[in-house]
């Protein structure tokens, strides 16, 4: 079965950086776009970034934009989120999803659990 399961979130600094990882199983990473979204209680779910299966395509919300950086190791089926430049508007849940297909950058059909940014000082 498909599984996600992403780590590296917590408490960073405004101007701070974080690296997020989401470790997948269960199907062939490398023939799937991934997509990072988050969630927070005041802005609901907003989807974050987008890579295609072979890692050519990326893809950004204009709010993280230069901020922040997809990227992803096929080999070890791993996508990561690298997040510079933390902002206090940053702070939510961030999750992985697989996308439906290898070019997907928006539509997901698995998500994982999430891993919580909180950006403070």
């Known amino acids: 079965q498909v599984q996600l399961v992403e780590s590296g979130g917590g408490l960073a600094q405004p101007g701070g950086s974080l690296r997020l990882s989401c470790t997948a199983s269960g199907f062939t990473f490398s023939n799937y776009g991934m997509i990072w979204a988050r969630q927070s209680p005041g802005k609901g779910i907003e989807w974050v970034s987008g890579?295609?299966?072979?890692?050519?395509?990326?893809y950004y919300a204009d709010s993280v934009k230069g901020r922040f950086t997809i990227s992803r190791d096929n080999a070890e089926n791993t996508l990561y989120l690298q997040m510079n430049s933390l902002k206090p508007e940053d702070t939510a849940l961030y999750y992985c999803?697989?996308?439906?297909?290898?070019?997907?950058?928006?539509?997901?059909?698995?998500r994982g659990q999430g891993t919580q940014v909180t950006v403070s000082s």
């Open positions: 890579i295609s299966g072979n890692g050519r395509n990326t």
């Open positions: 999803g697989k996308g439906v297909n290898g070019d997907s950058y928006q539509s997901y059909n698995y």
